[in-house]
């Protein structure tokens, strides 16, 4: 089981053409992701070749050789044409918002914001968007989101491990395929990268909900960072709805007092959002909290024993 995609999801890639679109466009088909089209309204009516060959858990069910994906003027247009019901957004940040209530605004179910550096005004006009259509949208500035051997929607190795029964959510990318490789030999239903802005689509407490309901989940390990109160919430939501297991880290444990590191999400005020706050919020919950990435890997592996 996995949340939010699956091998079902029918993946399009806005900004395709572009060189960033492109190179994760091949990735996530040899991941075994359904590519379905992508968008460019200069280029519309023609396609793009992609050399495929397949890796990672999913290699055994990928089909080398040579995909020509669509391209398409709009949104609008991909999903009436191939049935799209995701759609991935690799366009500059000046012009992000726009992508983004495109496909909001044309049906599509699970839209995430790979690009990095939107101005906040902007990101706050389309999460409010997708909140109004209930769409579920991931990010901004996000790896993305993976179910191994299923799907790879964003920028994720998808070599790092297979399926399993660990869900992770993240503020962090990089931390992400730290525990993906750290826990490789026990596996994950879903990775997912939230991002580290100050404004994002799908919070903890989003993904918490969707791991704790799907029964291939037996344990969750959540990456959050200093700044902001979202650690805190979630720790609060736990205490009152959560059943499975988390294992929690707070990137900032070492960070000079004082000093703004990280995401634009990653600010502190006073003894307000640091790491340390943030443990004591979730530890006096239940949740276990490790001081290191590795700490944290091996506390999961204790609890699922």
Not at 114 to 124: A, H, K, L, M, R
Not at 135 to 161: E, F, H, K, Y
Not at 275 to 285: D, N, P, R, S, T
Request: aromatic letters at 4%; a negative charge.
């Amino acid at each position: 089981m996995t949340i939010f995609i699956n091998s079902d999801s029918r993946v399009l890639v806005q900004g395709m053409t572009g060189a960033e679109g492109r190179k994760h466009t091949a990735r996530m088909l040899c991941a075994g992701t359904a590519v379905v089209g992508g968008t460019n309204p200069r280029k519309a009516g023609t396609s793009v070749s992609f050399d495929v060959v397949g890796y990672g858990p999913a290699a055994d069910r990928v089909r080398p050789g040579v995909a020509e994906v669509p391209v398409f003027g709009t949104v609008a247009e991909a999903r009436a044409a191939t049935g799209a019901n995701v759609s991935v957004v690799f366009v500059p940040p000046a012009f992000a918002k726009d992508a983004a209530l495109e496909a909001i605004d044309a049906g599509i179910e699970t839209v995430v914001v790979i690009t990095e550096g939107i101005p906040v005004q902007d990101s706050v006009v389309f999460v409010d968007r997708a909140l109004e259509k209930g769409t579920r949208l991931i990010g901004p500035n996000c790896p993305g989101i993976i179910s191994p051997a299923q799907s790879n929607v964003g920028i994720t190795p998808a070599d790092i491990t297979g399926p399993g029964r660990i869900g992770l959510v993240s503020k962090s990318g990089t931390l992400t395929y730290q525990l993906m490789h750290e826990l490789r030999d026990i596996g994950f239903t879903t990775c997912l990268g939230i991002g580290g802005d100050p404004v994002v689509g799908t919070t903890h407490i989003d993904a918490l909900k969707a791991f704790e309901a799907d029964p291939g989940t037996d344990l969750v390990v959540m990456i959050g960072e200093i700044g902001g109160d979202a650690e805190e919430r979630a720790a609060a939501w736990i205490s009152e709805n959560m059943t499975k297991p988390v294992v929690a880290y707070i990137a900032g444990f070492t960070a000079p007092e004082g000093k703004t590191m990280g995401h634009a999400g990653a600010i502190v005020s006073g003894s307000s959002g640091t790491a340390a706050a943030k443990a004591e919020a979730l530890e006096a919950v239940g949740v276990r909290v490790g001081r290191t990435p590795s700490q944290t890997a091996l506390i999961a592996r204790e609890l699922l024993a």
